[in-house]
């Protein structure tokens, strides 16, 4: 049973993900990434779905031509959980 993050983790979270925006009323983490182009941005969203999979942890995310927005929550947790966390730090670090 995953459970949400508690105030103190989640901020100290918040504190190091300085990329991303805090989502209160979901209780979740989000970011836009711009991209060159479409296929750039796509293939930015065929990486992280990989990741998703090997992860078992899937963004809630949208694509207008260059832009992908990301927005990471833990459904099961009703919340921001340690798997959002752990998802930001490895999308950032496809990113490199
Ligand atoms: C059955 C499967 O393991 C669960 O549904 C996983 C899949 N991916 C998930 N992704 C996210 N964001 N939250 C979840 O709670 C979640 N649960």
New binding site residues.
């Given amino acids: 049973m995953i459970e949400p993050l508690n105030d103190e983790d989640r901020i100290d979270a918040l504190d190091r993900l300085d990329e991303w925006d805090y989502d209160d009323a979901r209780d979740a983490i989000t970011r836009r990434f711009v991209f060159d182009d479409f296929s750039a941005a796509f293939g930015f969203m065929t990486r992280v779905a990989l990741l998703a999979e090997k992860m078992?942890?899937?963004p809630e995310w949208s694509n207008v031509w260059n832009r992908v927005d990301v927005l990471?929550?833990?459904?099961?947790?009703g919340g921001l959980s340690s798997r959002d966390v752990a998802m930001a730090d490895a999308i950032e670090a496809l990113l490199g």
């Fill in positions: 078992d942890h899937h990471l929550t833990t459904h099961d947790a």
